[in-house]
C-alpha cells in the first residue's frame, strides 16, 4: 500500500483560499468600478499572485490519479465522478444561471444556463476541463507513455500549452475575425475550455504523481533554487501585466504556466519537509471542492447586502468581507449537505487524503 501524499493537503490548501481571494479582489473591484488607478494595480497584481489556482488544481487531480493509478483506473473510477463532481456540475450552473438572471435583468436564465453548460460560463467551467483529461489518461498512458520517453513527451506539452494559448493571448480577434458573431464568447471559450490549454499541467503532474519518491528526490536535490525560481516567475508576470504586454487578468496566460510550476514545486518542498499537515489545513482541503463550488454563488448573495452599506466599507473592508463569510458559509453548506444522503450529489463529496485506501473518492477542486 503506498503512503499517504501529505503534500496534496498544503496544494489543496493554499490554491482553494487563493482562489477564494482572487474572486473576493473581483468583487471588490466590480462593486467600486475601479479600472484605473494605483489602487487598481494593487488590486489586479494580487490577483494575479493567485492565478496559479484553476492550473494547479489540474495538477492536483492529475498527480492523485497517477499516483494511485499509475497504469490502470478502477472499474467504477467514472461512475463515482459522474456522480459526485458532473451532477454538481450541473446543479451548480443551474444556481449561478438563477442568481445572475435575478442580479440582471437584461440576462435571460435560459439563454445562461445553456451557456453555463455548454460554453462554460461559470465558475465550474474548471470540471469540464478535468473531464477531459479523466477521459484522454487511459489513452495517454496507453499509447504515449508506453512508447516515448518523458523528457520529449513533456517538451511537447509545454510547447503545444505555450503555442496554444500565445494564439490567443497576442492575437486580436476583432482585427482578424470581424465577420465572426458572437467573437468574444467563442474566443473565450476556445481560450480556456478545449484540453491543449491545460496540458502541461496534466502531463507533467503524470510523471511526478507515478514518480512520486523521485519527484521529492529531485525537489530535495534543487532546494535552494524554488524561492528564487518563483520569485523570478512571479516577477516576470507582473511585468508583463504592468508593461502592458499581457493585459488580460486570468489564468490562461503563457506566463502563468512556469509560474504555477515554482509555486507547485515550492509548495511541495515545504509540505514534504513536516512529518504532519496542520489540522486547520487538513480541514480546509476536505472542504474544498465545496469552497470551491460554493464561495462565488455566496459572494452574489453577499453583494446583494454590500452594495447597501458600500459608503460605510473601504474595498479591503469588502475583500476581507467577503473571504470570510464565503469560506465560512460555505464550509457550513457542505457539512449540513454531506449528512444528507443525497447531499453529495449537489455540492460534492467531502475531499479524501491523499492515501490509497480510500483513492476512489479523491476528487480535484479549482478555481479562475
Known amino acids: ?13 493554499v490554491a482553494c483560499l487563493g482562489i477564494v481571494l482572487m ?55 467514472y461512475v463515482k465522478r459522474y456522480k459526485y463532481i458532473l451532477v454538481p456540475f450541473l446543479f451548480i450552473g443551474f444556481l449561478d444561471a438563477v442568481l445572475k438572471s435575478i442580479e440582471s435583468p437584461t440576462i435571460e436564465f435560459a439563454k445562461k444556463l445553456l451557456l453555463n453548460y455548454l460554453e462554460g460560463d461559470f465558475h465550474g467551467y474548471f470540471i469540464v476541463i478535468i473531464f477531459q483529461f479523466y477521459i484522454i489518461h487511459p489513452f495517454f498512458v496507453k499509447f504515449i507513455v508506453s512508447r516515448y520517453p518523458a523528457h520529449k513527451v513533456i517538451i511537447t506539452a509545454f510547447i503545444i500549452n505555450f503555442g ?5 493571448n497576442f492575437l486580436d480577434p476583432y482585427k482578424y475575425f470581424p465577420y465572426l458573431s458572437y467573437i468574444s464568447l467563442q474566443w473565450d471559450f476556445f481560450n480556456k475550455m478545449p484540453f491543449p ?25 534543487f532546494r535552494h533554487l524554488l524561492l528564487i525560481v518563483s520569485l523570478i516567475t512571479v516577477s516576470i508576470l507582473l511585468a508583463s501585466q504592468l508593461s502592458g504586454i499581457i493585459t488580460e487578468v486570468h489564468s490562461k ?32 482541503s476536505r472542504y474544498s471542492f465545496g469552497i470551491y ?9 453577499l453583494k446583494i447586502f454590500l452594495t447597501n452599506v458600500i459608503e460605510t466599507l473601504s474595498v479591503f473592508s469588502v475583500i476581507a468581507i467577503s473571504f470570510i463569510i464565503s469560506i465560512s458559509c460555505s464550509i457550513c453548506i457542505t457539512y449540513v449537505m454531506s449528512k444528507w444522503q443525497f447531499g453529495a450529489f449537489f455540492v460534492g463529496q467531502l475531499t479524501n487524503n491523499g492515501n490509497s485506501s480510500n483513492k476512489d473518492a479523491q476528487l480535484p477542486v479549482h478555481q479562475s
Request: with cysteine.
Open 1 to 13: 500500500m503506498k503512503r499517504e501524499v501529505k503534500e496534496i493537503y498544503l496544494l489543496r490548501f
Open 23 to 77: 474572486h473576493s479582489v473581483t468583487l471588490a473591484l466590480n462593486m467600486y468600478n475601479i479600472e484605473e488607478g494605483p489602487q487598481f494595480v494593487i488590486l489586479t497584481s494580487i490577483q494575479l499572485i493567485f492565478m496559479f489556482g484553476t492550473p494547479l488544481f489540474i495538477f492536483i487531480s492529475e498527480f492523485v490519479i497517477a499516483f494511485s493509478y499509475s497504469d490502470r483506473l478502477p472499474k467504477k473510477f
Open 164 to 168: 496554444y494559448l500565445a494564439f490567443f
Open 197 to 221: 490549454a491545460w496540458i502541461a499541467y496534466f502531463i507533467v503532474a503524470y510523471y511526478c504523481g507515478k514518480n512520486y519518491e523521485k519527484f521529492l528526490s529531485l525537489l530535495q536535490r
Open 253 to 284: 496566460r503563457i506566463d502563468v504556466i512556469l509560474y504555477t510550476f515554482s509555486i507547485a514545486f515550492l509548495l511541495f518542498f515545504i509540505a514534504s519537509t513536516r512529518r504532519k499537515m496542520p489540522k486547520f489545513i487538513i480541514f480546509i
Open 293 to 301: 463550488l460554493l464561495h462565488p454563488l455566496v459572494n452574489s448573495l
